[in-house]
């Protein structure tokens, strides 16, 4: 039994190539580093710098919160902690991402395939941060929902 087009397209869209960005008419610095809100590279990594410092400020208080309590061989064991550590390595991974396109000319402007061409993989920070908010952003929203569904009493 045959699957047909579906098939076909499942593999087409799954190739490896595509995963590394390797055969794509948009790099790696094109891909993960612009936002159609911030227009200009500087002010998204300032963004996402203000985005960093937030969040861990929030895992240093979710840290000295547990250890005040003498509680803090607990803090390992809820999911929110889990989650909130997930996304402080993503924010990590965006900054590094974002400031290294910084240096990388988008594919537009490069001639030879250069560090961010069409013909080279994206480098592996910008798969991590690509991997860690395929996480990060459901990880979040289920953490919301187990919340406000399991624990919290009008």
């Known amino acids: 039994m045959s699957c047909g087009n579906l098939c ?3 593999r087409a869209e799954f190739k490896i190539e595509r995963f590394l960005y390797k055969k794509e008419s948009i790099s790696w610095n094109d891909r993960f580093t612009i936002s159609w809100f911030f227009k200009e590279r500087i ?5 996402r710098v203000a985005l960093l410092i937030l969040m861990l400020g929030v895992l240093l208080w979710s840290w000295v919160d547990m250890g005040v309590e003498d509680e803090f061989g607990y803090w390992w064991i809820f999911v ?7 996304e402080c390595t993503y924010l990590g991974f965006a900054v590094y991402t974002t ?5 990388t000319p988008p594919l537009a402007d490069n001639n030879e395939a250069g560090e961010g061409g069409a013909d080279k993989a994206a480098p592996w920070w910008s798969l991590a941060s690509w991997v860690l908010q395929d996480v ?11 919340y406000w569904l399991l624990v919290f009493e009008p």
């Not at 400031?99 to 240096?103: D, E, G, H, T, V």
């Not at 990060?136 to 187990?146: E, I, K, N, R, T």
């Open 99 to 103: 400031y290294r396109s910084l240096n």
């Open 43 to 47: 002010k998204y990594l300032k963004v």
């Open 8 to 10: 076909a397209a499942l």
């Open 80 to 86: 929110t902690h889990w989650t909130l550590l997930v």
């Open 136 to 146: 990060a952003l459901p990880g979040s929203f289920v953490v919301f929902l187990l």
